[in-house]
């Protein structure tokens, strides 16, 4: 079974600073990776995808993840935070097409962004 | 285009009362069907799964069901709250077949329970 880890429960930046948020897998195929973003008393908003190719993808918001199969990693990116980007993100990995349990969520990474 | 309706937004209700949350897809057909909730400070945790009509997946054994009665309705429903059940209940939709797209999420339902 697939499982995530997104080791840092919370993360303060500065608005302007660049952000990582880390997000580990396990999964024993090639996975299909996702992070989502919520903000406070929302839903989950989908920010980037990833099903295979280029191992950098671009999502909205300028967000961008890499996806590294040696680490077993799929972080998240952006070069430059905005206050409006504090919000709770989780990264998901999702198993085999064709499977109604699709995704395993992490616990979720609380983003602050100080003025 | 496809949408999620979640409903009501806010629900406080009492100690033993029952509960009715409602989930509608719009948009797809015979769409999987899911129920998270996030209880205060916790991650998302999946309650129950749908893959058609009548098909209901529990994950977790506990004071709530979830029922189908139509391929793209998913009602989320108690017979007696517990103040445990307090939380944000999501409803959220992926589609079926070889091609994986992820969930789409509804805006969620705050249940306090008092």
């Known amino acids: 079974a697939q499982s995530v880890t997104q080791p840092d429960i919370h993360i303060t930046v500065s608005e302007g600073a660049s952000l990582e948020l880390r997000c580990n897998y396990s999964?024993?195929?090639?996975?299909?990776l996702f992070w989502y973003v919520q903000s406070p008393g929302q839903g989950l908003q989908l920010l980037l995808k990833?099903?295979?190719?280029?191992?950098l993808v671009q999502g909205i918001k300028g967000f961008e993840a890499e996806f590294k199969r040696s680490q077993s990693s799929f972080n998240l990116r952006k070069p430059s935070v905005h206050w409006s980007d504090a919000a709770e993100y989780f990264c998901?990995?999702?198993?085999?097409?064709?499977?109604?349990?699709?995704?395993?969520f992490g616990s979720g990474t609380q983003l602050t962004v100080l003025p | 285009s496809q949408t999620i309706h979640q409903w009501p937004a806010t629900l406080v209700q009492p100690v033993g009362s029952p509960l009715s949350l409602e989930c509608t897809v719009e948009?797809?057909?015979?769409?999987?069907l899911y129920w998270y909730r996030q209880a205060a400070g916790r991650g998302l945790q999946l309650l129950f799964y749908?893959?058609?009509?009548?098909?209901i997946s529990s994950e977790v054994p506990q004071n709530l069901s979830a029922s189908r009665p139509q391929d793209r309705q998913f009602i989320l429903s108690s017979k007696k709250l517990l103040l445990s059940d307090s939380g944000f209940y999501l409803c959220?939709?992926?589609?079926?077949?070889?091609?994986?797209?992820?969930?789409?999420f509804g805006s969620g339902t705050r249940l306090t329970v008092v």
């Open positions: 959220a939709w992926s589609r079926q077949g070889a091609t994986f797209y992820g969930y789409t």
């Open positions: 999964y024993g195929a090639t996975p299909y």
């Open positions: 990833y099903f295979s190719g280029d191992t």
């Open positions: 998901a990995v999702g198993a085999r097409p064709g499977s109604a349990r699709q995704l395993t």
């Open positions: 948009g797809t057909s015979n769409p999987n």
């Open positions: 749908s893959v058609g009509i009548g098909q």
